[in-house]
Nanobody, 120 residues
């Protein structure tokens, strides 16, 4: 199983970006998926997560601005980011707890990270 993130870039404050994360491989089940953000000198922090049921959880600073969603048929995770702020700048990593078809149990997978830069 591999996760491929895309959609980052440079945007002005107040703008929008949409991140995508496609899971490839023969997958039997995808449990929780999420987006994390990391800035230099700090630990990676959870931005948003979504269960297979669709229940979502957001870090306080992004509530009302970001929307996480998933297309289970396409094994793809999204993060719609609106009203971007300078503090949203960082490398965004997608994460998934996924069970491959030949695996006895699910495991944690990470995408390669995509840079989001918000200019003030």
């Amino acid at each position: 199983v591999q996760l491929q993130a895309s959609g980052g870039g440079l945007v002005q404050a107040g703008g929008s970006l949409r991140l995508s994360c496609a899971a490839s491989g023969i997958i039997s089940r995808t449990n929780v998926m999420g987006w994390y953000r990391q800035v230099p000198g700090k630990e990676r922090e959870l931005v948003a997560a979504i269960l297979s049921s669709g229940i979502t959880n957001y870090e306080n600073s992004v509530k009302g601005r970001f929307t996480i969603s998933r297309d289970n048929a396409k094994n793809t995770l999204y993060l719609q980011m609106n009203s971007l702020e300078y503090e949203d700048t960082g490398v965004y990593y997608c994460y998934g707890n996924i069970q491959c078809a030949a695996c006895a149990r699910a495991a944690d997978y990470w995408g390669q990270g995509t840079q989001v830069t918000v200019s003030s």
